[in-house]
């Protein structure tokens, strides 16, 4: 029988769960060394790395080599990855405020990938803009996003959040679906920064291609969110 079958087990790593979720620990506080935490448990210590071990599992907690195992900031939006929305709703819906920093709008020549993405020939020019995201004035998306700039031009991005919004709003289409992909990555030496992530912290970056209900692309996006503020998950289901 291995340690994580013992009740005892199951019985302090249940109360140390609740402290952390209750905010005995408070969000991005390093926990005690692991003698101490065993003695506050009154488990040993062997023990208590078992828990620690379960706890960075479930991502409440995380450690980092040489430095110690801090408490990991609650999500502020948990979803399904199948759920399409903007991250205009996303904050929303977590009861946030969202905002936005702009950080650059440009018009460029397509690149391969944008023929690709945009699937015709006759893509003439890109609209890219690159944005901070906010919830509450806390920055916790970049957002890179490209459009034909003869659907979309690039001036009018500047002047609303929801870029979803923004094309209803100027082609009276609605994106329905999108192709995504996501990846996790380390530390990017610029959008980290901005994100005020701290040098060990992971990003989540979601490659989107998102349609209208005709099957016609009309924006691709990158976002780079903080691993913190999102979670995402996916329901399987036996074909």
């Known amino acids: 029988m291995g340690i994580e079958d013992?009740?005892?087990?199951?019985q302090a790593l249940s109360k140390v769960r609740h402290d952390i979720e209750r905010?005995?620990?408070?969000?991005?506080?390093?926990?005690?060394?692991?003698?101490?935490f065993a003695k506050i448990y009154q488990t040993s210590q062997e023990m208590m790395r078992a828990i620690v071990d379960q706890l960075v599992e479930e991502r409440l907690?995380?450690?980092?080599?040489?430095?110690?195992?801090?408490?990991?900031?609650?999500?502020?939006?948990?979803?399904?990855?199948?759920?399409l929305g903007s991250v205009s709703e996303m904050i929303k819906k977590a009861g946030k405020v969202p905002g936005t920093?702009?950080?650059?709008?440009?018009?460029?020549?397509?690149?391969?990938?944008?023929?690709?993405?945009?699937?015709y020939s006759d893509l003439k020019l890109i609209a890219r803009v690159e944005r901070v995201r906010t919830a509450d004035g806390e920055p916790v998306v970049y957002c890179i996003d490209k459009v034909d700039n003869d659907v979309v031009p690039v001036g009018?991005?500047?002047?609303?959040?929801s870029i979803f919004n923004l094309i209803h709003t100027i082609t009276g289409k609605q994106i329905e679906y999108a192709h995504a992909y996501v990846e996790p990555i380390g530390?990017?030496?610029?959008?980290?920064?901005?994100?005020n992530c701290?040098?060990?912290?992971?990003?989540?970056?979601l490659r989107q291609m998102h349609y209208t209900k005709d099957d016609e692309p009309i924006l691709y996006s990158e976002n780079y969110f903080r691993s913190d503020a999102f979670q995402f998950h996916v329901v399987r289901k036996r074909m």
Do not use: C, W
């Open 187 to 195: 530390y990017h030496d610029k959008i980290s920064q901005i994100l």
């Open 198 to 205: 701290s040098p060990d912290q992971s990003l989540l970056l």
């Open 156 to 161: 009018h991005i500047h002047r609303q959040d």
């Open 61 to 83: 907690v995380t450690r980092r080599l040489g430095v110690g195992v801090f408490v990991n900031p609650k999500p502020i939006y948990s979803s399904g990855i199948e759920e």
């Open 23 to 36: 905010g005995v620990y408070l969000p991005n506080e390093k926990l005690q060394p692991l003698y101490e």
């Open 6 to 10: 013992n009740s005892e087990f199951m």
């Open 101 to 119: 920093q702009f950080v650059a709008a440009e018009i460029v020549e397509p690149t391969k990938s944008d023929y690709n993405n945009f699937n």
